[in-house]
């Protein structure tokens, strides 16, 4: 069974940092591109970034792009996303999924909110 657990979001303030992981279990992680989203209240779920493979190529959301770093460890299973000078924007609800996302595997999230 796929699950994503998605930890590390908290209160920070504005500027501050964070940084998020994803634990990924029941299927073969280092096959898979990865992406981050966030939904934010009242808003569609947005992709964040999106990872290919252990330093391999990245694509950012213009909004976070030079703020926001996006790793991951496939002898870990772990996927992170490092958020530098955050916004009161950035404030959502995290999550991670495979690329593309299937509905089935959207963990709980974990929540992001930067206060000014």
């Known amino acids: 069974q796929v699950q994503f657990v998605e930890s590390g979001g908290g209160l920070v303030q504005v500027g501050g940092s964070l940084r998020l992981s994803c634990g990924a279990s029941?299927?073969?992680?280092?096959?898979?591109?990865m992406r981050w989203y966030r939904q934010a209240p009242g808003k569609e779920r947005e992709l964040v970034a999106h990872i290919i493979s252990a330093g391999g190529t990245t694509v950012y959301a213009d909004s976070v792009k030079g703020r926001f770093t996006v790793s991951r460890d496939d002898a870990k299973n772990t996927m992170w996303l490092q958020m530098n000078s955050l916004k009161p924007e950035d404030t959502a609800v995290y999550y991670c999924?495979?690329?593309?996302?299937?509905?089935?595997?959207w963990g709980q999230g974990t929540q992001v909110t930067v206060s000014s």
């Open positions: 999924n495979i690329d593309p996302p299937k509905r089935e595997y």
């Open positions: 029941g299927f073969t992680f280092s096959s898979y591109p």
